[in-house]
């Protein structure tokens, strides 16, 4: 074991570098482990000694530490093209990726141009004699299984699963690491975890390039949350409850920018998990790596505007007929204060009065002949 890059103490530990050092790259049986030069020093029981190599022709290029942020991305190119002058490579994501960005296997398959092979997880051998791609939690400290195992990323598009794990047994293929859920709904296997999706709706991009993290598993719902039905939801729950026992624990809803709180609530109460908001992000700058998402909904003409109406000409006053003269509307509820200039005042000088009646009685009689009528008095 040798390490390109030691700042050693008075004790012979290994203490971080300042800001701007190299980073630090130590040889290990699978190939090469590259970490930040601010990562803490490295443990001899540490799981990067002890990966599996996957063939004598390929060497492994073992990106960050668990709970780390991983190295620069120049660093991690760096290493890459040294190490792919010698051996097929394969890199294995190590440490976490904080952000919802694309992660750093897509931005390396973009910065160098060509398609890289990425695991998510160190390949750690079996107590049954077959190795498997674990991920190193280091908040809980276990190990655990994600369902992407192997996932080659393209320099100009999505990337492609190659090794994966069904995430609950006996459901019913859909596709490329896809499996039915409920009716037009499916579940796909993406990095980060889990995509929620509904055949015929266009697949959000970001979703298939999100970063993984060893500490959680995400599972996006990949459209409207408002659209998820009662006969959805209760599949969606089913489904959650069936997940392995690691992957339950580490669960993780990621919503859509500007989903509905109502929307929100209703998704919770079906599959308690904590839940993310997704950033919008601007149209004008798509992160690195991402596929462009096309709206399919028709730009709708401007509608012309409407003919302003002409005014009506005045008819004209017909000989030998007396012109009405309009008078002002009242004014409906309390009377105002205030009248108009226009309105019609009284003639005389004295404020018309208005005529009170005198009060009158009515009673009721019958005549002789029997018949009832009112007789007034007053």
Do not use: E
């Given at each position: 074991m040798t390490d390109r890059l030691t700042n050693s103490t008075a004790d012979g530990a290994t203490a971080p570098s300042p800001p701007g050092a190299p980073p630090r790259i130590t040889t290990v049986p699978a190939g090469l482990w590259i970490r930040s030069a601010q990562d803490p020093q490295t443990q001899p029981d540490d799981p990067a000694f002890t990966t599996v190599p996957h063939a004598p022709d390929?060497?492994?290029?073992?990106?960050?530490?668990?709970?780390?942020?991983?190295?620069?991305?120049?660093?991690?190119?760096?290493?890459?093209?040294?190490?792919?002058?010698?051996?097929?490579?394969?890199?294995?994501?190590?440490?976490c990726e904080p952000g919802d960005g694309p992660g750093l296997a897509q931005r390396l398959a973009v910065a160098a141009g060509r398609s890289v092979v990425a695991e998510y997880g160190l390949l750690m051998p079996g107590q049954d004699g077959v190795s498997r791609v674990l991920a190193t939690d280091a908040g809980r400290r276990e190990s655990w299984a994600p369902f992407a195992q192997?996932?080659?990323?393209?320099?100009?598009?999505?990337?492609?699963?190659?090794?994966?794990?069904?995430?609950?047994?006996?459901?019913?293929?859909?596709?490329?690491?896809?499996?039915?859920?409920?009716?037009?709904?499916?579940?796909?296997?993406?990095?980060?975890?889990?995509?929620?999706?509904?055949?015929?709706?266009?697949?959000?991009?970001?979703t298939d390039l999100a970063p993984f993290d060893p500490a959680r598993l995400d599972l996006a719902v990949d459209g409207p949350v408002a659209e998820l039905t009662d006969n959805v939801l209760t599949a969606l729950s089913r489904f959650a409850d069936a997940l392995p026992a690691a992957a339950r624990v580490r669960l993780r809803l990621v919503l859509s920018a500007g989903t509905d709180d109502m929307a929100a609530r209703r998704l919770r109460l079906a599959v308690p998990a904590p839940q993310h908001v997704r950033r919008a992000t601007p149209a004008e700058a798509p992160s690195t790596g991402a596929v462009p998402r096309e709206s399919t909904q028709p730009t709708q003409p401007t509608q012309p505007a409407k003919p302003t109406q002409t005014t009506q000409p005045a008819q004209p006053t017909q000989p030998n007929q007396t012109t009405q003269t309009t008078q002002p509307a009242r004014p409906t509820g309390r009377?105002?204060?205030?009248?108009?200039?226009?309105?019609?005042?009284?003639?005389?000088?004295?404020?018309?009065?208005?005529?009170?009646?005198?009060?009158?009685?009515?009673?009721?009689?019958?005549?002789?002949?029997?018949?009832?009528?009112?007789?007034?008095?007053?």
């Open positions: 390929v060497r492994t290029l073992i990106v960050g530490a668990p709970g780390c942020r991983p190295p620069a991305l120049a660093d991690v190119t760096r290493a890459l093209d040294d190490l792919s002058a010698q051996a097929t490579v394969i890199v294995s994501m190590y440490g192997r996932v080659l990323h393209l320099p100009d598009g999505p990337p492609r699963l190659v090794h994966w794990h069904p995430p609950v047994a006996g459901m019913v293929p859909h596709g490329r690491a896809g499996y039915r859920l409920v009716g037009p709904w499916f579940v796909r296997v993406v990095p980060a975890g889990l995509a929620l999706r509904r055949v015929g709706l266009t697949s959000d991009a970001s009377a105002s204060s205030a009248r108009p200039a226009n309105a019609a005042r009284p003639t005389g000088g004295a404020p018309r009065r208005h005529a009170v009646g005198r009060a009158t009685a009515l009673t009721l009689v019958v005549t002789r002949s029997g018949r009832m009528c009112f007789q007034t008095s007053g």
